[in-house]
């Protein structure tokens, strides 16, 4: 049985993993949408929906997958162009929520994607939510001329978040395990940080090593 799924596509950071398993062997293989289908009028005009079809397509290949082969397929609206050329081309698919072991796996490699980006892995593994868009957005705001390339540009909270007015001062630091948002590095206890303030949808404050501004 094949099972196809996509991770990251509710993630401001990064494009959008997309991942065909054979759940028999284990064999898995998986390519990336690229970040420009986010922006501009790729976005605007949904072209990302499209480039999936040149991903599964092209998966297939590797993988070898037959038509007599069982697909199960995430119900997304990302894969509404897949199904059609299933339809076309003679393959047979179920839409159904994807559990394990696919799960793990693209969820997995989209958490390395988002690693390889600069986001630490810290935040992934002790953070609940890593990838809501306002601890993403907290994330790009301590290295904005940098970080902001790396966003899902064309989203609405983007254009509505994305451009906010920033404040900087100066703090005293009092705690012993604050991290500089920036390179990830301890500030050290009774040091001075740099702080960036900022309204989204609530008061927020980014600090950073002074070095680091």
Same mark, same amino acid.
């Given at each position: 049985?094949?099972?196809?799924?996509?991770? !990251?596509? !509710?993630?401001?950071?990064? !494009?959008?993993?997309?991942?065909? %398993?054979?759940?028999?062997?284990?064999?898995?293989?998986?390519?990336?949408? =690229? +970040?420009?289908?986010?922006?501009?009028?790729?976005?605007?005009?949904?072209?990302?929906?499209?480039?999936?079809?040149?991903i599964i397509r092209n998966l297939f290949?590797? %993988?070898?997958?037959?038509?007599?082969?069982?697909?199960?397929?995430?119900?997304?609206?990302? #894969?509404?162009?897949?199904?059609?050329? #299933?339809?076309?081309?003679?393959?047979?698919?179920?839409?159904?929520?994807?559990?394990?072991?696919?799960?793990? *796996?693209?969820?997995? &490699?989209?958490?390395? /994607?988002?690693?390889? +980006? !600069?986001?630490?892995?810290?935040?992934?593994?002790? &953070?609940?939510? =890593?990838?809501h868009f306002h601890r993403i957005l907290?994330?790009?705001?301590?290295?904005?001329?940098?970080?902001?390339?790396?966003?899902?540009?064309?989203?609405?909270?983007?254009?509505?978040?994305? /451009?906010?007015?920033?404040?900087?001062? *100066?703090?005293?630091?009092?705690?012993?395990? %604050?991290?500089?948002?920036?390179?990830?590095?301890?500030? %050290?206890?009774?040091?001075?940080?740099?702080?960036?303030?900022?309204?989204?949808?609530? #008061?927020?404050?980014?600090?950073?090593?002074? &070095?680091?501004?």
């Amino acid at each position: 049985m094949i099972q196809i799924d996509d991770a !990251g596509s !509710g993630s401001l950071l990064g !494009g959008t993993v997309i991942g065909v %398993l054979r759940v028999e062997t284990g064999e898995y293989e998986y390519d990336i949408i =690229p +970040l420009n289908y986010y922006k501009d009028i790729n976005f605007e005009e949904k072209a990302y929906i499209d480039y999936v079809v040149v991903i599964i397509r092209n998966l297939f290949k590797k %993988l070898n997958v037959s038509k007599e082969e069982r697909i199960e397929i995430c119900r997304g609206y990302m #894969f509404d162009r897949v199904i059609l050329w #299933f339809k076309k081309n003679g393959y047979k698919s179920i839409r159904t929520e994807i559990k394990n072991p696919l799960q793990d *796996k693209i969820e997995a &490699t989209f958490e390395n /994607y988002a690693i390889s +980006l !600069g986001l630490p892995k810290e935040f992934i593994s002790y &953070t609940k939510y =890593p990838f809501h868009f306002h601890r993403i957005l907290k994330w790009v705001y301590a290295d904005y001329e940098n970080r902001s390339l790396l966003c899902k540009t064309g989203w609405k909270s983007w254009k509505k978040y994305g /451009y906010l007015q920033i404040q900087y001062d *100066k703090e005293l630091i009092k705690s012993k395990s %604050l991290l500089c948002l920036k390179c990830n590095e301890n500030i %050290l206890q009774n040091s001075v940080a740099a702080v960036i303030i900022y309204y989204s949808n609530k #008061f927020n404050k980014i600090f950073l090593h002074n &070095t680091c501004t």
